[in-house]
């Protein structure tokens, strides 16, 4: 992660370590990501000042020695804008980035250069999108689309990492992004669709909704339904003892779930289909699969086989570079894998 002093780059060497030597004896090559929400406080500093950049550089240029690494992600969240809310933002940010990538590139021609990104171009000195990023196309060998924690309507539920969300009803367009539409602001601004890889999410967000707004009088589940209580636990969540984040503001709870999660707590079975007593519906614009659970009242949108082979075709038919997943090992037995694979016209998971 990032710290105040752009020369100390704080990593965790035993695990780092054992990552690179895990990745070399499966013919994976080794990146490190830099930053992540937590990650990204000091981003900025690190990129502000000639100074400031020599020294982040020569930090990184260091731990790709040390480690043996074949590259470095960047996952700033995000230039320009505030992620965590802690965060230190400047308008310079995205064309101080560049600069690093830049003296990166001409330090280290062969080293790999990704990043994570968001669903829109980086953000210019105004504030307002940038229109062209072949700038940084010309340095990045790879971006990941962050397509994923997209619903932001208070009050309702909606698709986690929709595929497409120009179908959906009018209200709702403009306040969720997709891979269709991420992928089509990344290319305008002449980043080339051969170096953008689909970011994919093998969990969900859970909610808490009645059965009156969940179920319709068809029995089928209702799209958009309100929300109508607490935030549900998800497994990863500890309530007695959730702590404060790095801003220093009280820890709340996820209410996430993994795809693995959701098989484990019988929402769903082992095949992917949903569980015995389980609702279950797939919204064919956003290509979102939803499960509910009538006793309990849980409520979640999240990603199974039919969506991941949907947009596995989507990044065959868009010409795009693969695939990025947060994190693989939410999947169960590599079902989901094997299901975005089938989509992309390759081989399953060995």
Known sequence: ITTPDPSN??????LLTEF??????????????????????????????SENRNKFANAILDLVKTYNLDGIDFDWEYPGSQGV?????????????????????????????????????????????MSDVS?????FDRIALMVYDTWAVNGTVGPNAPLASACEPTQYQSLSGSAASAVAAWTQANFPANKILLGLAAYGHSYNITPQAAVSSSGSLNSYPDIGGSQPTGPSDTPGNLGTDQCGNPGTVSGVFTFADLVSAGFLDSDGSAGSGIHYTIEECSKTPYVY????????????????????????QSGLAGFAVWEVTG?????????????MGIQDCQ
Request: hydrophobic share 40%; proline share 2%.
């Open 85 to 129: 809310g802690c965060n230190v933002v400047n308008t310079q940010d995205s064309s101080n980035l560049l600069l690093l990538l830049q003296q990166l590139r001409k330090s280290s021609p062969t080293l790999l250069l990704t990043a994570a990104v968001g669903s829109a171009p980086f953000l210019g000195a105004d504030g307002n999108v």
């Open 331 to 343: 999947d169960y037995n590599d079902i989901l894998l094997n299901s975005l694979h089938s989509g």
């Open 293 to 316: 659970n009538e006793d309990t009242h849980v409520f979640i949108s999240y990603d199974d086989t039919k969506s991941f082979a949907s947009k596995g075709d989507f990044i065959l």
């Open 20 to 49: 690179v030597q895990t990745a070399v004896a499966n013919s994976v090559s080794p990146l490190l990501t830099i930053g992540g929400w937590t990650g990204s406080q000091y981003f900025s500093t690190a990129v502000a000042t």
């Open 135 to 139: 700038s940084f196309a010309s340095v």
């Open 9 to 14: 780059i704080s990593v965790s060497s035993e």
